[in-house]
Every structure is written in structure tokens, then in C-alpha cells.
């Protein structure tokens, strides 16, 4: 499976909010509190619309999730299913149903063909629109928009902008000091789902040096929400790979 396919299914959950003043917050720093999304299982119907040098595709997508285990999606154009993927604490699974393949990675393996680092935990603090860390009040900046927190982790910077407003992370970016490279997440049109606060509206940008060409490329994806659950009651993740199957890397 080619860089540009990992990204198409990566951007199917990877970058996942209510309108402003759903909630009146209290905007001082000192009592500062994130609105953090909470769930156990969460089901979605997205659209995206994904973009590089190569490819222009929109394709509209299910999304089923449970919390800090699983994450399954379908791919669909028109009425076919042309993609199924499963993502678990340590692994991802991607089914290719128009040419009858399938790939396994460990998330070294997959960060490795992307050039950038992922793990689980990561996948899904994006989804669902929240932090990735837990901030520390201390190296928190106040803007009139915002409340700005940063934080290094290893070889990444992950700079989060909190709306003084929505209380939620309205744009992440994330920069890999060791390639430069870049990935930009904006969260916009916040609706209130069970009483939790969700984006609608997910605005992503990743751009990198491509190794084989020696040239910055761009990626970029727009996902809309058109209906989000919590879910009360246990789903379930149908997956399986077909014995016909081949293997790619």
C-alpha cells in the first residue's frame, strides 16, 4: 500500500466539536479546565475530501469507536465498500476490497512509512478533538482567543490552542523537529451530543519532505461530520480477512 493510500485511511479518523456558547465557561487561567470528550463507544458517519499532487478523492466513511481499545472504519464511494480498517493498541489492519489485499503494521511500522510517529493514544486524542497531553497550568498563554499550551515530547512539539469560548482544542499543531515536518489540525463547527462536545468540521494539513522525489509535498484533508452517538449499549466490530486475500507492505 502506497504512502498516499495510508494517509487516505489514516485521515478516516485520524483528525475528528459545538457551536460557541453551548456552555458559558469560566475564561480565567487560574480556573481553567479543558472540555474534554468522554465516552465508551462512539459510532459516525463522515464525508471527506482528500487532496495531494496525485489524488483529489471524496469518499464517505462509518466510524465505530471504543474507548482506549479500538477504532474501526469502512470506506464507501457510491455504493461500494472499497476499504475496511481496524486500529488497536497495537496494531492496524487495512483491507483493500477493490484489489483484494491487506496490510498489517505495528505502529513503528506504519510511523516509519509516513515519517511521522503515531501510536494509539495519539489516533484517538485526535478523533474525538482532545488533548493529547494533559496541560500544565503554568505554561499556559492567554491570547484573546485562546488559551495556548505547548509541550515537547521526545522529537515533537505539539502546540494546542484552546478556545476561550468553546474550552475545546480548536487547532493542534504538531511539528517533527528532526524532519521538520509539520501537521496542522483545526476543529470548527462544535455541536453537543449527549451532553458532550464534539467538532463537525475537521480541517487538516500535512506537509513533509517526500525522500523519493527530494521535494515538500502536501497533503491535505477535510472531514464532515453528518451524524455523531454515544452509545449506550456494546458494538460490535465486524472484521475479518478473507482467505483470498494477498498480503502487501
Same mark, same amino acid.
Given at each position: 500500500?502506497?504512502?498516499?493510500?495510508?494517509?487516505?485511511?489514516?485521515?478516516?479518523?485520524?483528525?475528528?466539536?459545538?457551536?460557541?456558547?453551548?456552555?458559558?465557561?469560566?475564561?480565567?487561567?487560574?480556573?481553567?479546565?479543558?472540555?474534554?470528550?468522554?465516552?465508551?463507544?462512539?459510532?459516525?458517519?463522515?464525508?471527506?475530501?482528500?487532496? %495531494? %499532487?496525485? =489524488?483529489?478523492?471524496?469518499?464517505?466513511?462509518?466510524?465505530?469507536?471504543?474507548?482506549?481499545?479500538?477504532?474501526?472504519?469502512?470506506?464507501?464511494?457510491?455504493?461500494?465498500?472499497?476499504?475496511?480498517?481496524?486500529?488497536?493498541?497495537?496494531?492496524?489492519?487495512?483491507?483493500?476490497?477493490?484489489?483484494?489485499?491487506?496490510?498489517?503494521?505495528?505502529?513503528?511500522?506504519?510511523?516509519?512509512?509516513?515519517?511521522?510517529?503515531?501510536?494509539?493514544?495519539?489516533?484517538?486524542?485526535?478523533?474525538?478533538?482532545?488533548?493529547?497531553?494533559?496541560?500544565?497550568?503554568?505554561?499556559?498563554?492567554?491570547?484573546?482567543?485562546?488559551?495556548?499550551?505547548?509541550? =515537547?515530547?521526545?522529537?515533537?512539539?505539539?502546540?494546542?490552542?484552546?478556545?476561550?469560548?468553546?474550552?475545546?482544542?480548536?487547532?493542534?499543531?504538531?511539528?517533527?523537529?528532526?524532519?521538520?515536518?509539520?501537521?496542522?489540525?483545526?476543529?470548527?463547527?462544535?455541536?453537543?451530543?449527549?451532553?458532550?462536545?464534539?467538532?463537525?468540521?475537521?480541517?487538516?494539513?500535512?506537509?513533509?519532505?517526500?525522500?523519493?522525489?527530494?521535494?515538500?509535498?502536501?497533503?491535505?484533508?477535510?472531514?464532515?461530520?453528518?451524524?455523531?452517538?454515544?452509545?449506550?449499549?456494546?458494538?460490535?466490530?465486524?472484521? =475479518?480477512?478473507?482467505?483470498?486475500?494477498?498480503?502487501?507492505?
Amino acid at each position: 500500500m502506497n504512502k498516499s493510500a495510508i494517509y487516505l485511511c489514516l485521515s478516516i479518523f485520524l483528525f475528528s466539536a459545538c457551536k460557541k456558547n453551548i456552555y458559558t465557561f469560566d475564561q480565567t487561567l487560574e480556573n481553567l479546565e479543558v472540555n474534554e470528550t468522554d465516552f465508551e463507544y462512539l459510532s459516525a458517519k463522515v464525508k471527506i475530501e482528500y487532496q %495531494d %499532487d496525485i =489524488r483529489d478523492l471524496r469518499t464517505s466513511s462509518n466510524l465505530l469507536m471504543k474507548k482506549d481499545s479500538i477504532i474501526w472504519f469502512t470506506a464507501i464511494k457510491g455504493p461500494v465498500e472499497v476499504s475496511r480498517g481496524i486500529f488497536t493498541q497495537d496494531s492496524v489492519v487495512i483491507l483493500d476490497k477493490i484489489k483484494k489485499t491487506y496490510s498489517i503494521y505495528n505502529y513503528e511500522e506504519l510511523s516509519q512509512k509516513i515519517d511521522f510517529e503515531l501510536d494509539f493514544s495519539l489516533i484517538q486524542s485526535a478523533v474525538i478533538g482532545n488533548l493529547i497531553f494533559p496541560y500544565e497550568k503554568e505554561n499556559v498563554q492567554t491570547t484573546e482567543e485562546y488559551f495556548n499550551y505547548k509541550k =515537547r515530547e521526545g522529537r515533537f512539539v505539539f502546540d494546542n490552542y484552546i478556545g476561550r469560548e468553546s474550552m475545546k482544542i480548536e487547532k493542534v499543531v504538531v511539528q517533527d523537529m528532526e524532519t521538520q515536518h509539520t501537521l496542522q489540525v483545526d476543529y470548527k463547527n462544535f455541536q453537543l451530543v449527549e451532553e458532550q462536545v464534539l467538532p463537525y468540521e475537521v480541517f487538516s494539513t500535512f506537509n513533509y519532505f517526500s525522500k523519493n522525489t527530494s521535494t515538500n509535498k502536501k497533503t491535505i484533508v477535510n472531514i464532515t461530520f453528518n451524524k455523531v452517538s454515544i452509545e449506550k449499549k456494546p458494538l460490535r466490530f465486524s472484521f =475479518r480477512i478473507p482467505k483470498k486475500y494477498e498480503r502487501k507492505q
